[in-house]
C-alpha cells in the first residue's frame, strides 16, 4: 500500500502562487508515476500533470506554463508548483500516484485551492 498526503493549499488572489505538496510513505519503491488532478463540484476529474520516475513531465494544456510539477526522490515528495494563478484554477487539488506492475491507483485525500478574482 502506498499513502499519500497533501498539503499547501489555501486562498490567493488571482495572479498569486501556490505551492503543493504530497509526501508518499509505503510500499514507494512500486510507484511508476506521480502526479497531480483537480476537480470542482459537478465536474469529472482531471489530470492537471505528471511526473515518471525518470522525471518526464506532462501537463494539461491548460496550466502548461502556469504550473510545474518536480519531486525530490530523497523525501518521497512531489510537488506542484503553481503560479499566475486563475479563478478557474480553484478546486480541490489530489495527489495521485501509479503502480502500473500492479495496475493499482493511490489517491490522496485532496487539498482545496481558491483563487480569488
Known amino acids: 500500500q502506498v499513502q499519500l498526503v497533501e498539503s499547501g493549499g489555501g486562498l490567493v488572489q488571482a495572479g498569486g502562487s501556490l505551492r503543493l505538496s504530497c509526501a508518499a510513505s509505503?510500499?514507494?519503491?512500486?510507484?511508476?508515476?506521480m502526479g497531480w488532478y483537480r476537480q470542482t463540484p459537478g465536474k469529472q476529474r482531471e489530470l492537471v500533470g505528471h511526473i515518471t520516475s525518470g522525471g518526464t513531465t506532462n501537463y494539461v494544456d491548460s496550466v502548461k506554463g502556469r504550473f510545474t510539477i518536480s519531486r525530490d526522490n530523497a523525501k518521497n515528495t512531489v510537488f506542484l508548483q503553481m503560479n499566475s494563478l486563475k479563478p478557474e484554477d480553484t478546486s480541490v487539488y489530489y495527489c495521485?500516484?501509479?503502480?502500473?506492475?500492479?495496475?493499482?491507483?493511490?489517491w490522496g485525500k485532496g487539498t482545496l485551492v481558491t483563487v480569488s478574482a
Open positions: 495521485h500516484a501509479a503502480d502500473y506492475t500492479l495496475g493499482r491507483d493511490y
Open positions: 509505503g510500499h514507494i519503491f512500486s510507484i511508476n508515476s
